[in-house]
């Protein structure tokens, strides 16, 4: 029904940036919110980043200053701009969006994940 699709991840090191890029598609009437989650070996699946409809974001406190999130509405898609990176931002990022759908109502989707790896 409605599919999200991550881009950008890889290999970065110390101090360097990543643009991650996330897409849905398929039934989609409109997105409430589209977010970004990570999830670190042997560590719980926390929040990065949201973004709401009327342009509302939080962040998760540690990425404060060096992540930015944005949308594109018109394209549905959301953006985590990702600068200053430090090891322990190590982890799956995963995309997140509170979704109106065509035809079953309000749902939640998530993206298979893109891994970020930050190292020397």
């Known amino acids: 029904q409605v599919q999200l699709v991550e881009s950008g991840g890889g290999l970065v090191q110390p101090g360097g940036s990543l643009r991650l890029s996330c897409v849905a598609s398929?039934?989609?009437?409109?997105?409430?919110?589209m977010g970004w989650y990570r999830q670190a070996p042997g560590m719980q699946r926390e929040l990065v980043a949201t973004a709401s409809s009327s342009g509302t974001t939080n962040y998760e406190d540690s990425v404060k200053g060096r992540f930015t999130i944005s949308r594109d509405h018109a394209r549905n898609t959301v953006y985590l701009q990702m600068n200053s990176l430090k090891p322990e931002d190590t982890a799956v990022y995963s995309c997140?969006?509170?979704?109106?759908?065509?035809?079953?109502?309000?749902?939640?989707?998530w993206g298979q994940g893109t891994r970020v790896t930050v190292s020397s």
């Open positions: 398929g039934m989609i009437f409109s997105i409430v919110t």
């Open positions: 997140y969006a509170d979704v109106n759908t065509l035809n079953r109502g309000r749902q939640d989707y």
